[in-house]
Nanobody
C-alpha cells in the first residue's frame, strides 16, 4: 500500500511560482513512476506531468511545457512540481499519483492517488 501526501499549494498572483511536493509513505516509491494531475471545478482530471522511477524521462501536457518542471529526489522519497509563470487557468486541485508501468496521461493506469492540494492563481 502506498499513501501519497501532497503539499505546497496555496494562493498566488498571476506570474508567480509555487512548488508542490508529494511524499509517498507506507512503501518506498522510488521504484514507481510518478505523475501530477489537476482538476479544475466542473472539469475532468487532466494530466500535467509525469516522471519515470529513475527520473530519466519526463512528460508534460502542452499547456505547461516551459513553465512547469517535474523532478524527484529518491533519497528523500519525494516528487516535486515546480510551477512558474502561473496563470488563472492553472487554478485547480493538484494530485500526485503512482504507477508501476506508466508515467503518461492515462489516469486509469495509476494505482495510488493523493488527496490533492489546492492551487489558486489570482489575476
Amino acid at each position: 500500500q502506498v499513501q501519497l501526501v501532497e503539499s505546497g499549494g496555496g494562493l498566488v498572483q498571476a506570474g508567480g511560482s509555487l512548488r508542490l511536493s508529494c511524499a509517498p509513505s507506507g512503501r518506498t516509491a522510488s521504484s514507481y513512476h510518478m505523475a501530477w494531475f489537476r482538476q479544475a471545478p466542473g472539469k475532468e482530471r487532466e494530466f500535467v506531468a509525469g516522471i519515470t522511477w529513475s527520473g530519466g524521462n519526463t512528460a508534460y501536457t502542452d499547456s505547461v511545457k516551459d513553465r512547469f518542471t517535474i523532478s524527484r529526489d529518491n533519497a528523500k522519497n519525494t516528487v516535486y512540481l515546480q510551477m512558474n509563470s502561473l496563470t488563472p487557468e492553472d487554478t485547480a486541485v493538484y494530485y500526485c499519483a503512482t504507477s508501476a508501468r506508466h508515467w503518461g496521461p492515462v489516469k486509469e493506469l495509476y494505482q495510488y492517488w493523493g488527496q490533492g492540494t489546492q492551487v489558486t492563481v489570482s489575476s
